[in-house]
């Protein structure tokens, strides 16, 4: 997959190429991470990208035309129908299963806002609008970022195992079940014991439990979207009498 990325501070965005999952993606040539400089798409002596507000107002705002030239430029050197992505608070929220979709695409173009905002006329030229939540952050290389790492995560051979991406949180609509490792005993708290039955069948249905438990007491928005099998009704409702506690949002998990 190629990502292009229209942004500012290049050096900022490329940082999570080097390291990780997303650095491994990238060494393998499972994903490539291209960077444009609206600043170089000036024609000022100056190289100014921004300018004040008409109508007034503070801060500064991002002119239409270094944009337009370097999304031009990108969709030159990106895959036949990249899309152009804005990433904005204003835009739909981020998921796994929009992450997913985007993720067989050959590529896509982001851009990353700066400043109070950009000139509404090159908004309105974008495919899309994306956020990554209901909060304001300095600029929209922060989110390329994590829209690059979600992605690379989604690559066919980019994790050691391809079933960890399988079973990340929200990949199968639900919250991710606990985990445990070496030591079996820390300080009073031990691992449960179903972990280590070697009942493959039980450690399944545990973990299905408590996934949905934990998808019901932290996220019951998320449950309320779901249409559950019997047996999950079954399994949830065995959770909620163990807990003796059916206020989501309260107590550990088992």
Not at 195 to 217: K, M, N, P
């Amino acid at each position: 997959m190629e990502i292009h990325a229209i942004t500012l501070i290049p050096e900022l965005v490329t940082a999570v190429t080097e390291h990780g999952v997303t650095g491994r993606a990238v060494q393998r040539g499972l994903l490539s991470v291209t960077t444009w400089n609206p600043r170089e798409y000036t024609h000022d002596v100056h190289r100014s990208v921004d300018d004040r507000a008409y109508g007034g107002g503070p801060g500064m705002v991002l002119k239409a035309e270094p944009l337009d030239a370097a999304v031009a430029a990108a969709r030159v050197a990106a895959p036949a129908g990249s899309k152009v992505v804005y990433l904005s608070p204003q835009g739909q929220p981020v998921g796994q299963r929009m992450l997913v979709r985007h993720a067989r695409e050959p590529g896509l173009i982001l851009v990353c806002g700066r400043y109070e905002g950009v000139d509404e006329r090159f908004v309105e030229t974008v495919d899309e609008e994306w956020s990554l939540g209901d909060y304001v952050i300095s600029g929209g290389e922060l989110a390329a970022m994590v829209v690059i790492d979600a992605l690379a995560r989604l690559q066919p051979g980019a994790l050691g195992d391809a079933e960890s991406a399988l079973q990340d949180s929200f990949s199968g609509a639900l919250l991710d079940h606990p985990h445990y490792t070496r030591p079996e005993k820390l300080a009073s708290r031990r691992v449960p014991a179903v972990l280590l039955s070697g009942d493959h069948a039980a450690i399944e249905r545990w973990r299905r439990q408590q996934a949905l438990g934990r998808t019901w007491r932290r996220r019951p928005d998320l449950l309320a979207r779901l249409s559950l099998c019997d047996e999950d009704e079954r399994l949830l409702e065995e959770y909620k009498r163990q807990l003796g506690d059916e206020n989501p949002g309260a107590g550990e998990d088992l």
